[in-house]
């Protein structure tokens, strides 16, 4: 009862939001409580609205992400079905491996299993090789083009104890950072609308 009023209370006062989030989480914190993500994604979804209500000219959460990072990637992981069934009330872009899947419809949500930042511009460029693209001619834009993930994030958000990967590198380069201290399993909702109080309180400057 007494984290539903604080929460209320935090929210009331919420005006603006990320518009693009991505959260990098572990193999096994997934593992732990594969049933978090839904509720992670709901949350978000739930906070958005209420933000919207808050200040109409806010366009609220447009898609969020989710990365979790894994030591096997060629793996098929057993939370699969978990992170499947979101494509009921979600947009699902789905990664891992070799193969990609695109299922339901809503907000936009792409779950990246295992992928390296390092690995996707390694991968940019042998395309762009492939095609013959002139060295004269490479230019981030291009490259841009070439990339698996067009998201830009507004806010990363890493959980647990664990190091940052470098999931989105290029695309993350103007992102802003929060380190949340506890694991993806323990998240509450009032831990999310604290960190998107934080994202507010902070002056993006875009490399600038």
Known sequence: ??????????????????????FMISDEEMENDPEQIERII???????????????SCPGIKEII???????????PGYLSYIRSLSSFVSLDLHYGDNTERSGAGIPVTVAIGKSGREEIADAIQSMALDNVSSKDVTPELLEKYLTFSHSPDFMIKTGGA???????????????????????????????RAFRDYLSRSRRFGS
């Open 66 to 76: 989710v990365h979790i990072s894994t030591s096997n990637p060629d793996e098929v």
């Open 163 to 193: 190091h940052l990967v470098d999931f989105l590198i290029w695309q993350s380069v103007y992102s802003e950072l929060f380190f949340l201290d506890l694991n993806w399993e323990r998240i509450r909702k009032i831990d999310l609308v």
């Open 1 to 22: 009862m007494i984290y539903q009023i604080y929460e209320w209370r935090l929210l009331r006062y919420l005006d603006n939001i990320p518009q693009v989030i991505c």
């Open 42 to 56: 709901r949350w978000c979804s739930e906070i958005s609205d209420k933000v919207r209500k808050n200040n109409s």
